[in-house]
């Protein structure tokens, strides 16, 4: 491939902006910092439970269980909703390799499944395929900043006596016919990593759910099996979110609403700027979604050689992700093989995430483009 000059190099854009982002909730978070250090209040206490309240509350959950970080989430949400060693939990071939290593850490057998054409999303024909009498959960993940089809894997799961457990990591605001992504299933685990829409200043994460049950089970696995210091009631390990992390998370979750209008805006403006390239294929809203945009992703053909062209032009794009579940070496000993999820497996050759935050500018959409145009041109 022949990409042509590269476009400007001297100012790159990021896939993220994270000190612009920093620098809108700066002055909040230093406050609440210097009060956490006053008390010496690290672990529990009072910004936690603050933030846990009003996360629940922006979503319409009646719980959020803060702990350490997104795979710890989905780990304590499938342990809390009785999964156990050798059940399966059918997922997204096309996901971060934390919704199946979720599974795997408890001893269960991740099922990977094939994604529909159009958004990338759970395929619910191929989960209803999928399901055996060792079933157990359902794991659609809302990719991209979508919310998957849930209301369509709900039957499913019901009739096999499988739960549903939506991996929220990417969709903080999203909502599916008026509901928030999250609060579909019986329990959602969710990331709070610093890139997500609503990111955290190092690893973090919670489970949410409307169940009192599942909310008891995840505090106290998460809290070395404990609700009552030195009484152990069960094994667990220690998972739980910290009140510098909360700061963070409580200031930035006061902006989330009109930070995710920002990214609709840049993802209508990207649509727009795109319309006339025909080789691009762009992302779509599915109908009864609202989407949160954490990342906008195009499909390409020659998606190396493109990425390799926007990487010298100073546009930091991404891949999310270039290698499926059941083709990591990590799961190469559970006998899928190549073309076992052809939807997935294409799609991974051809994605192409470009840069997207509430702060992006339209000039710098306009240099992605205009460096992707002559990518693609090249090609």
Partial sequence: MSAGMPVRTDAAVPLVDLVAQQADVNAEVMAGLAEIFRQAAFVGGPAVAEFETAYAGFLGARHCVGVANGTDALELALRAAGVEAGDEVILPANTFIATAEAASRIGAVPVPVDVDPDYLLIDPEAVAAAVTARTRAVVPVHLFGQTAFVERLIPIASACGAVIVEDAAQSQGATRFGRSAGTLGLAAGTSFYPGKNL?????????????????????????????????????????????????????????????????????????????????????????????????????????????????????????????????????????????????????????????????????????????????????
């Fill in 199 to 379: 990111g955290a200043a190092g690893d973090a994460g919670a489970v949410v759910t409307d169940d009192d049950g599942v909310a008891a089970r995840v505090r106290t696995l998460s809290s070395h099996g404990s609700l009552r210091k030195y009484e152990h009631d069960v094994v667990g390990f220690n998972s739980r979110l910290d009140a510098v992390q909360a700061v963070v998370l409580r200031a930035k979750l006061a902006r989330l609403q009109e930070w995710n209008r920002q990214r609709r805006a840049a993802a209508e403006r990207y649509r727009l700027l795109l319309a006339d390239m025909p080789s691009v294929e762009l992302p779509r809203e599915a109908p009864g979604n609202v989407d949160a945009w954490h990342l906008y992703v195009v499909r390409v053909p020659d998606r190396d050689a493109v990425l390799a062209a926007l990487h010298a032009a100073g546009i930091q794009a991404g891949v999310h992700y270039p290698v499926p579940v059941h083709r990591s070496g990590a799961y190469a000993g559970a006998g899928m093989r190549a073309g076992s999820f052809p939807v997935a497996e294409a799609a991974a050759g051809r994605i192409l995430s470009l840069p997207l935050f509430p702060h992006i500018t339209e000039a710098q959409q306009e240099r992605v483009v205009a460096a992707l145009t002559l990518a693609v041109a090249g090609d």
